[in-house]
């Protein structure tokens, strides 16, 4: 009787491990974790800074997961789908240095210069985030004391959003 139940709790055991081995293979193998991965990247790009932050810490946080259940060998991702990652990284990457290839604000550059006489200054400061951390700020003091500025006519913020963002701040004045 012993032998028969310890056999039935055996192979009850036996059945879990295995359901649950099958379970985990296929939620962080194949294309869940990818698609999650490629969802968070594109998040990574939207103009929010709270929604970007989250996105980026998630994305790192998922592809990490990704990748390291590939070296385990769990991971079974159909190669287009590594391709699309491996893109989305690159397009978040790229649109959060958007602001470094933008040009001044030539209506509030024009509107300065007949405010002050043709005498308008403008001075920038520029803040990096990785990954959504601030590693630099860009504030209005840093772009006056850079355009040696005393009064402040406008100031024109651009900001990117992605993995790596780029904040450039301009401040217009006299």
């Known amino acids: ?3 028969c139940q310890q056999n039935k709790r055996a192979e009850i055991i036996r059945l879990i491990k295995e359901a649950a081995g099958e379970s985990a293979e296929a939620s962080q ?44 060998g769990q991971g079974r991702t159909p190669r287009n789908l590594k391709i699309a990652v491996l893109a989305f990284i690159g397009i978040s990457l790229v649109s959060g240095c958007s602001p470094m290839f933008d040009k001044l604000d030539t209506d509030i550059l024009s509107a300065c210069r007949e ?3 043709n005498s308008c200054k403008y001075g920038m400061s520029t803040g990096y985030s990785v990954f959504g951390v601030a590693l630099r700020h860009a504030t209005v003091d840093q772009a006056r004391l850079d ?27 006299g």
Do not use: W
């Open 29 to 72: 193998g194949g294309i869940r974790l990818p698609l999650l991965a490629i969802l968070l990247l594109v998040g990574t790009t939207f103009p929010f800074p709270a929604i970007s932050s989250f996105c980026s810490i998630a994305a790192v946080s998922t592809i990490g997961a990704l990748l390291a259940t590939h070296r385990r």
């Open 147 to 173: 355009g040696q500025i005393d009064k402040v006519f406008g100031v024109e913020t651009v900001r990117g959003a992605g993995l790596v963002s780029v904040t450039r701040l301009t401040v217009y004045g």
């Open 1 to 3: 009787m012993k032998d």
């Open 115 to 117: 405010n002050t006489g």
